[in-house]
């Protein structure tokens, strides 16, 4: 009986704890965006902090003000340590999402040749001639339980692209292999 008890007890655990932590998580962002903008309302800087990258998504698209934008983002160029920090920040976040993005090419990678180890990562660059580096490719591998990664450079012959979605295997990558979504 103590058994069956102590089951069901981790198994309201297990489903009541992810919804605790993310709602504790959001709750804890609410009242920091809050409190940098002063307001009393829970959750109204989220939301006015949402629709202020929205309205400044819409001013960086529009004819009349890219001109501006476009501008500021060449003066963040020309800065020494500001440009390190800016076009770093900015390849990342457009490796994402936008037009540019990187981690589209899903790809299975034989580790060791003849080994049978394999790694998934995603293919980041098709060509290395830069770094004169003929018939290599670079492979980003995400950490799992860590926003971080490696890029190792690898023989063509031992990547194989896959025909899975990228978020699917980013996700099942960072969640150390445990979702199946």
């Not at 800016?86 to 040749?113: I, Q, W």
């Amino acid at each position: 009986m103590l058994k069956k008890l102590s089951h069901y007890f981790f198994q309201g655990l297990i489903f009541l704890a992810p919804i605790g932590i993310t709602a504790y998580v959001f709750y804890k962002a609410f009242i920091f965006l809050d409190g940098l903008l002063g307001l009393p309302y829970p959750g109204a800087g989220f939301l006015i902090t949402i629709a202020g990258v929205t309205l400044l998504g819409f001013l960086t698209s529009n004819f009349l003000t890219r001109w501006i934008f476009q501008l500021l983002e060449k003066i963040m160029t020309r800065l020494p340590f500001i440009r390190l920090l800016h076009s770093s920040v900015k390849d990342v976040l457009t490796a994402f999402v936008g037009n540019r993005r990187r981690f589209h090419r899903p790809v299975m990678v034989e580790v060791l040749p003849g080994s049978g180890v394999r790694a998934f990562g995603f293919m980041t660059r098709e060509s290395m001639e830069t770094f004169h580096l003929q018939d290599q490719v670079a492979i980003y591998f995400p950490q799992s339980f860590n926003f971080a990664g490696s890029v190792l450079i690898y023989p063509r012959e031992q990547v194989t692209p896959m025909e899975i979605e990228s978020s699917k295997l980013m996700a099942f990558i960072v969640s150390g292999g445990i979702t199946e979504s």
